[in-house]
């Protein structure tokens, strides 16, 4: 029953996109047709990752809607109305 009741949702159209370490295992051509994918996705996307350039073209779509949640020891940190400098700035910071 839990199969046939996934299988059921998978069918609808998505609002939000739950991802964990989406590009892990991809190789450069996957990880940008993900990019490009996501970046036309229309609905919320949680993204939990490491991957630089992947964060970078997330919120890169939109900076004025754009909203990071830096986690970083045992707090998490929002951080809203990005920009490219502040974006420099976080990955430098968390380095």
Same mark, same amino acid.
Do not use: M
């Given at each position: 029953?839990?199969?046939?009741?996934?299988?059921?949702?998978?069918?609808?159209?998505?609002?939000?996109?739950?991802?964990d370490e989406p590009t892990n295992h991809l190789d450069?051509?996957?990880?940008?047709?993900? %990019?490009? =994918?996501?970046?036309? +996705?229309?609905?919320?996307?949680?993204? &939990?990752?490491?991957?630089?350039?992947?964060?970078?073209?997330?919120?890169?779509?939109?900076?004025?809607?754009?909203?990071?949640?830096?986690?970083?020891?045992?707090?998490?940190?929002?951080?809203? %109305?990005? =920009?490219?400098?502040? +974006?420099?700035?976080?990955?430098?910071? &968390?380095?």
């Amino acid at each position: 029953k839990a199969c046939l009741k996934f299988a059921a949702l998978s069918l609808q159209p998505s609002h939000i996109l739950l991802l964990d370490e989406p590009t892990n295992h991809l190789d450069a051509e996957a990880c940008e047709a993900l %990019a490009r =994918g996501l970046a036309a +996705f229309e609905g919320g996307i949680v993204a &939990v990752t490491h991957d630089d350039i992947l964060i970078y073209r997330l919120i890169q779509c939109n900076w004025s809607d754009s909203e990071l949640l830096l986690c970083q020891n045992h707090h998490v940190k929002r951080q809203a %109305a990005l =920009g490219s400098q502040c +974006f420099k700035a976080l990955k430098e910071q &968390v380095r």
